[in-house]
């Protein structure tokens, strides 16, 4: 499974961007998908995941409320609509697949597919 990620850039705080992954690869539609963010120094933290088949979601407490995952499988690609962005968003963000089944996790040790990373930059 290869992922890619675009939709990174610069915003001032209080703004929205939308990321998305392409995927290509095996079947993924009812594989989970999540996204996960690290800032310089910091460790790489979830963000939000999104099972296959039911499509339930979760998010980090966060960014609950102002961010929202979602999954087009005729596309194949996941979105994160991120809305009221503040400069403690800053980061690199990666999308990630959990071949190992549907059901999504908030452990990056579960998911065993990465892609490269898009910068998110918000300014005070």
């Known amino acids: 499974v290869h992922l890619m990620e675009s939709g990174g850039g610069s915003v001032q705080a209080g703004g929205s961007l939308r990321l998305s992954c392409a995927t290509s690869g095996r079947t993924w539609d009812t594989y989970a998908l999540g996204w996960f963010r690290q800032a310089p120094g910091k460790e790489r933290d979830f963000v939000a995941a999104?099972?296959?088949?039911?499509?339930?979601?979760y998010y980090a407490d966060s960014v609950k409320g102002r961010f929202t995952i979602s999954r087009d499988n005729a596309k194949r690609t996941v979105n994160l609509l991120m809305n009221k962005l503040k400069p403690e968003d800053t980061a690199v963000y990666f999308c990630?697949?959990?071949?190992?089944?549907?059901?999504?996790?908030?452990?990056?040790?579960?998911?065993?597919?990465w892609g490269q990373g898009t910068q998110v930059t918000v300014s005070a």
């Open positions: 990630a697949a959990r071949g190992a089944g549907p059901v999504a996790t908030m452990e990056k040790s579960e998911y065993g597919f």
């Open positions: 999104i099972s296959g088949g039911d499509t339930t979601t």
